[in-house]
C-alpha cells in the first residue's frame, strides 16, 4: 500500500508534463532519510511522555515534507525545465542521471550504511482486526494513502490549481495563451509529488525500522508499475494499481502451487465454455442469413466443440469450404491453448505441495503487470488525469 | 479613437527566414481589422508574436500605450490579449464549460487552500464564474445548450469547436480579441452565421484582429483589411481598395494576372 503513495506522485508529474520522473524514488529515500535523521537528532525514545514524542514526529514529518519538496524544486529546476519541448527522451535521461546523483549525495551525506531509526512501541503496535493481528502502522498507511487520494481527486478536478493542471497536461502552449502560468502550475505539481513521496519515505521507515540508500530504485520502480498498472496519469488508478500489486506480492508468495493449478484448471474451464458456447454464437452473427440453415449452424458449432478433431483434419490438409476452414483454424489455435493450459495444471499438481519462494515475488509482479497491460494497454482505469472523471 | 494595439516595426525571423519584417499598423478600439494574404505570408507568425509565444527580433508591440514585446503568454493574456487557433486547441478531454472557465484563469483569485476547503466565498467566485461562462457560452444560441455543456469539448462538431475556441477567449473579457481564421472549415451557412456574431462582438464593445482567407467574411466584416506577403504589409485600408490593390492581386494570383487585371 505504500507504493500508492509514491505512485501518485509518479502520475502527476506524468499526468501534467508526460514524462516519467525516475529520480522520484530517490526523492522518497531522502524522505525517509531526513525523517530518521531528525527522529536521531532529537533522541527520541519510548521514555518519553507522549505529547513531546508525538511533537517529534511532526517535526520529522516536517522534515519528511520540506526536504523532498526543495530536492523536487532544484530537480525540476535545473534538469527538467531546461529541457521542456525538447524531445521526449531527453529529460528521461536526465531524470535517470539525477536519480543516480541523488543517490550519491544520499550516500556521501549520510554514509553507506543503512539509516535505523529509535524503536518505538507505536511503530510496531498491533490491534486485532477479525481475529488477525495487523499493525497499527499498516491501517494508519492505509488511511493516509485514501485519504490523500481522494484529497488529490477533489485538487485535480474541482480546484482552479486543478483546471490550470490539466490544461496544462493536454496542451501547454494553448493553456499558456489562455493565461495558466505553467511554470507555477509544473513546480506545483513536483511540490504535491513530492511531499508525497516524503510522507511515503517517513511511513516506509517507521514501517521497517530501517532505510538504505538505494531503497529509492525499487521503491520507486515498483510505484512506477503501480502507477502504470492502474493507468498512468490516473490519480484513483495509482492507489488502485498499488493495490493489486501488494496483493499479489504478498499473496502471490503465500499462495502453494496446488491453489495456482486449480486456478488454471478453472481458467481452462472457463476457456472452454467460451470456445464452445460464445464463439460460434459470435461467428454465426457474422454469417450472412442465406448462408445459415441449421445444418451449416451445426457443423460451424461442431468444429468448435469437436476442436481437437477438427485441428488434426485442417492440419492433415482436409478443408471444407472456405468459412470452415477459417473456424478450423481458429480451431486449432485454441486448441494449442487448451493444451497448454492443461500442460500448465499438470506441473503444478505434480509440484502441489511445493511453495513459491519469497525470491519470487518481484516475478509475481511483473507477471500480473504483463498480463494486465496485455489486456489492457492504458491500465486498470485508464490513462490520463482528466480521462476519468 | 484609442489605439488599442499598436505594432511598431516588428520583425521576427526563423534563422534565414524573415517571417515577419518591419511590421507597423494599428488597431482602434471597437475596430474589426482583418490580416489576408497568401499562405506563409507571416499572418500566423504575427498573431504568435502578439500573444507572446515568440519574441520579436526587433520593434515594440504596445497594448493600449504599454508595452507587451517579451512578455511571457500568460503574462499577455493577463494584459488582455486572447486568441484562437488556426489548428483548434481546445482541452479536448475537459468539458465545454471547463474549457470556458479555464480561459476565466487569470480572472480568478482564490487560492488553493480556500479553494480545497471550499470556502463561502470560493463558491460564490465560482457560481459567478459559472454564470458569466454560460452567459458567454448562450452568445451561440442552441450549440452549447443544456447537456452539452457537461459533454467532453472533443466530442463536438467540427464547427462547434471553432465556435467555443472564441467563447473560450471571450471567456477572460479580452480588450483584444485574436482569431486565427474562424470560419475556417465552415459550410457558407455557418460561416455567415459567424460572421454576424462577430459583427456583434464588435456592437458588444469588443476590439478584434483577425485572420482569414474567406474573402466574403473578409468583405462582411473588416472595417479595415491588412494584407501581408512575404512578411511584409503590401496593402492597407477598406476591403475594396486593398482587392483592388495590384500588389496584393500580384501576391495572390502572381505577376501576370497582375498585369492583366490593371
Redesign the interface.
Known sequence: MIYALIALGYTMVYGVLKFINFAHGEIFTIGGYVSAFTLLALGVSDSMSFATLAGCLLLALLGAVAAPVIVGLVVERVAYRPLRGRSRIMPLLSAIGVSIVLQQLIILIFGPTPITMPTLKIASAAVSLFGVRVRVLALAIIVISALLMV?LS??VR????G??M??TS??M??????????DKTIVFTFIVGSALAGIGGLLVLMYYGSLKFDAGFLYGLKAFTAAVLGGIGNIPGAVLGALVLGMTETYGVSMDLGLIAWLVVAGLVAGLYVQMVRVPRHRLLHIANDRRTPDYERRIMNVYRLAPYHAVKTLLGERTDALLSVSASHAVRLTVGNIFLAATAAIFFINGSARIDTRWQPVIAFVVLMVILMFRPSGILGE?I??KV | METILNLDGVSMSFGGLKAVDDLTFDVTRNEIVSIIGPNGSGKTTTFNVI???YEPDSGDILLKGESVAGL???Q???KGI??T?QSL??????SVL?NV???M??N?K?G?VA??LRLPSVRREEAAMRARAQEILSMFPGRFSGPRQSQAAGSLSYANRRRLEIA?ALA?DPVLLLLDEPVAGMNPMESHELMEQICDLRDAGYTILMIEHDMHVVEGVSDRVIAMDHGVKIAEGTYEQVANDPLVVEAYLGKRSAHTAS
Open positions: 484529497a477533489y485538487l474541482s480546484t482552479r490549481i483546471k490550470a490539466r490544461a493536454q496542451d502552449e494553448a493553456a499558456e495563451m489562455m493565461g495558466i502560468e505553467t490520463h482528466t480521462e | 500573444s507572446g509565444l511571457r503568454p500568460d499577455v493574456h493577463d486572447a486568441r487557433f486547441r481546445l482541452f479536448s478531454n475537459m471547463d472557465l479555464v480561459g484563469h487569470s480568478s482564490s488553493l479553494s480545497m473560450r477572460s
